[in-house]
């Protein structure tokens, strides 16, 4: 088949520095979006924990951020964009367009192919925010202190390298200022981006060394000030100042794991903490989020909780560790993230996503022949 890289139709095509919104290329990314609205005081309303994703892809995985409770994710911020269907024609979608608009977004570029958006910004009077750290002593405090947060923004950084205080965090919560501590103009300034060399050993990422550096990350954070104005591009994308930060993972890489749970199915986080525990398996980065309303069919929120691990992807028995999760999730009705997978099986699909047949019935019209298929659809049953 023929691979299609949309990264070429990269321009913003119109923003409108009155209203704040923005229309621009699917393979245009956030990043090139903050860079012409932030200088004119808007910000995204939503976003990943990354930057360097396009806007298309942003739609296909209809992604989410640390405010999802209040702000929804991607698709509520978009007022329409134009699809290529299978026969060569373009569509352009709107929420009006309720079956379409609802299948594209966490459709895994099944649908059709995004060429261009139309974005609805937030205003913003400085890119700083006023954050608050808290430490938590185990999961279930971790838990407690999420949900009780008030501030738009919660996150916590979860320790997953100790049976003793199991689930402990660094817990961040942040609201934009209404003004900064210098009274310039917003600006997107992203640090100085370092880049990771190629050639990095395989096991230098291991349990002891994973030990060490939550030690540290949690040092570190008990000596900053509790209260502080940080930069937005610290805040959101820590990981965008680091060219090619998966290559410290060694030439086999790293999995990212990620779940949601419903509330009230606390347990299954508490269980796959465990899981993740007893099996001795290296993590390194695992965070945890709280989730609001889901927008149904393939969209991956649902209103409770997702928690995502970062493993190295040469973890010994790695696949049977990730299957006894994938278990743990269905029986508490949660779900795998589909722009994070690559192992899931078609039959917990349809556990995990129980509208997956209405998807397929609105992709089967607007693709009747199924030409746009991907190696996930394929194994997910999603396309043949």
């Known amino acids: 088949g023929v691979v299609i890289d949309m990264t070429r139709r990269a321009a913003i095509r119109r923003f409108e520095p009155a209203g ?8 245009a990314t956030l990043d090139e979006i903050l860079r012409a609205a932030v200088p004119h005081g808007w910000f995204l309303p939503v976003t990943p924990g990354t930057s360097m994703i396009t806007v298309g892809g942003a739609i296909a995985a209809d992604v989410h951020g640390k405010n999802h409770p209040t702000a929804g994710s991607f698709r509520h911020h978009v007022r329409g964009f134009t699809l290529l269907l299978a026969d060569g024609t373009h569509r352009w979608v709107t929420p009006d367009d309720d079956d379409v608009f609802a299948a594209t977004f966490g459709g895994m570029g099944l649908t ?9 910004l937030r205003r913003i009077a400085t890119t700083q925010l006023h954050t608050t750290t808290i430490i938590t002593g185990d999961l279930d405090a971790t838990l407690s202190v999420l949900d009780a947060a008030d501030a738009e923004y919660r996150i916590a950084t979860l320790d997953l390298m100790r049976t003793r205080n199991l689930g402990r965090a660094i817990v961040e919560t942040a609201d934009h200022a209404d ?17 990771v060399p190629p050639g990095v050993p395989g096991g230098l990422l291991n349990r002891a060394s994973a030990r060490l550096a939550n030690e540290l990350w949690f040092a570190r954070a008990a000596r900053r000030p509790r209260h502080q104005l940080v930069e937005a591009a610290g805040f959101f994308y820590p990981l965008d100042a680091v060219a090619h930060w998966n290559r410290l993972y060694g030439p086999r890489g790293f999995v990212q794991y990620q779940v949601a749970v419903p509330c009230g199915a606390e347990d299954a986080i508490r269980a796959i903490a465990r899981r993740f525990a ?7 980065v695992a965070v945890l989020k709280r989730l609001g309303r889901g927008a149904g069919l393939l969209s991956f929120p649902i209103d409770g909780w997702t928690v995502a691990v970062d493993i190295p992807a040469g973890v010994a028995e790695l696949g049977r560790l ?3 999760c994938d278990e743990i999730v269905c029986q508490a009705e949660g ?30 019209q607007l693709d009747p022949h199924g030409r746009w298929r991907s190696d996930l659809g394929r194994r997910l049953g999603l396309c043949t």
């Open 20 to 27: 704040g919104l923005v229309r621009a290329d699917g393979g």
């Open 278 to 284: 007893q099996t001795r398996c290296p993590t390194f």
């Open 112 to 120: 059709g192919i995004v060429l261009d958006a139309e974005i609805a």
């Open 322 to 324: 990730l299957d006894d």
């Open 335 to 364: 779900r795998v993230y589909l722009a994070k997978d690559g192992r899931l099986s078609a039959h917990r699909l349809r556990r995990m996503y129980p509208e997956v047949d209405g998807w397929r019935r609105i992709r089967d």
């Open 179 to 195: 003004t900064g501590d210098d009274n310039r103009p917003p600006r997107f300034a992203p640090a100085a981006r370092l880049t």
